[in-house]
């Protein structure tokens, strides 16, 4: 099916390669809200069984190098049908491009899937074949299986199994964005892969965490063995692939690590000196803790951290009778994130008016976070008396933690 003889795709299984493109630049994914320090991948792959299948394509700046290799070491007319497991257009952003070469071949989609194509590329004149859970289409040895996952994290988000080879294609699902020296888990540094695993989660899935239980809790009861999970971004899962299932698992269970996080933004350090008296209270009660300056650090690295604490604390001095601006940030990626579990506090330095920790303490609660302590408040410079007041509420804090753990 090949143009040459020699196929130059990179074998991910049997009868299936490579179609993807790593992204080693990337350093920022979803326009500028999220950071990929390592940069990401939008992985795609071909299957070479009677019926030649695209699973998925690519984001659009890499449409022309995306279809290039397509020509060249696939060539067009082999293409017998596209898989869209999801249309958001870091995966399905080269399919208008692609549909130009191949006006013909159909489009396997879940039926919110063709919706949205449809929306996305103005309604174009395709052939769509849709698919939900446990549907199969045969394409010579194998069968493809689907498996639906609304809102994980779309409405036409879904899974391709593959039998035979026994390949989870799970789109988003079980992704990182990290870009690897190779394209499986087991033959880079791991540590980086699993960091890179739970940011994903905490950024992008950790909304969804109720459904996540479900469905994780439903492809397990599907009892299909799974020999390869391939994601859309990042390195695939070879080695006992189902260790990634297990950890969203986890992660989708009330997750946290037990430590507490302290996000706070200042203007002349007097709220920065609170956030240290308060860590320093949380630490001699033997709990541990991390400080961030919201208006310095990087913000996906920080709801990471917020995922994985049990303690969410926050303070900000009060200006115009409000919130440092970066704050305000924050409390809104709180709300979205819908985080579960965790408990909070607020504390703040102001001059005269001082709204900034009831603002925050209102905002931790809408964020569906328990507020355990009433707000802490210093008046221009914290006092002696007033950063023991912090270290106090640090080590109260402290024992809640560990009580709520229990
Ligand atoms: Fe990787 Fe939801 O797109």
């Known amino acids: 099916m090949t143009k040459g003889d020699e196929i130059m795709l990179l074998q991910v299984k049997d009868n299936v390669f490579y179609t993807g493109i790593r992204d080693w630049e990337l350093r920022m994914f979803h326009g500028h809200e999220l950071s990929t320090f390592n940069g990401s991948s939008y992985n795609s792959y071909l299957i070479r069984d009677e019926k030649t299948v695209l699973i998925d394509t ?89 498996v639906d996952m609304t809102m994980i994290h779309w409405p036409d988000s879904m899974m391709t199994y593959m039998t035979g080879s026994n390949i989870l294609f799970s789109n988003d699902a079980f992704g990182q964005h990290f870009c690897g020296s190779s394209l499986f888990a087991d033959e880079v540094d791991e540590s980086i892969v699993w960091a890179e695993a739970i940011k994903y989660f905490a950024g992008i899935l950790a909304p969804f965490t109720p459904l996540i239980k479900r469905k994780v809790a439903e492809v397990i009861a599907l009892g299909l063995p ?124 102001y001059g005269w008016s001082g709204e900034a920790p009831k603002t925050l303490w209102r905002g931790l609660e809408e964020a569906g976070i328990k507020v355990v302590l009433e707000p802490v408040t210093a008046r221009y410079t914290p006092s002696a008396e007033e950063l023991k007041a912090c270290r106090d509420a640090g080590r109260a804090f402290a024992k809640h933690v560990r009580e709520e753990k229990l």
């Open 58 to 146: 690519v984001w659009s700046p890499h449409s022309e190098t995306f279809l290039h290799m397509l020509e060249h070491e696939v060539g067009f007319a082999h293409i017998d049908m596209i898989v869209v497991n999801h249309n958001e257009p870091d995966h399905g952003g080269s399919l208008a491009a692609l549909m130009e070469k191949i006006p013909n071949v159909e489009i396997v989609c879940s039926k919110k899937g063709e919706d949205i194509i449809r929306k996305h590329f103005q309604n174009p004149d395709w052939k769509f074949r849709t698919v939900k859970t446990g549907d199969r289409i045969s394409i010579g040895k194998s069968e493809l299986v689907f």
């Open 226 to 349: 799974v020999e390869l999970i391939a994601p859309s971004h990042g390195v695939l899962w070879r080695k006992d692939p189902l260790r990634i299932v297990s950890k969203y698992a986890e992660w989708a269970d009330d997750y946290d690590e037990g430590y507490v996080t302290i996000a706070y933004d200042t203007m002349y350090q007097a709220t920065r000196k609170m956030a240290e008296a308060i860590g320093h209270g949380i630490e001699l009660e033997g709990v541990q803790m991390k400080l961030f300056n919201t208006a310095l650090c990087d913000q996906s690295d920080l709801m990471t951290d917020f995922f994985r604490s049990k303690g969410i604390i926050l303070g900000s001095s009060t200006v115009n009778n409000g919130l440092l601006r970066s704050l305000a940030g924050v409390l809104d990626e709180l709300r979205g994130h819908k985080l579960k579990n965790k408990i909070g506090f607020a504390f703040g330095s």
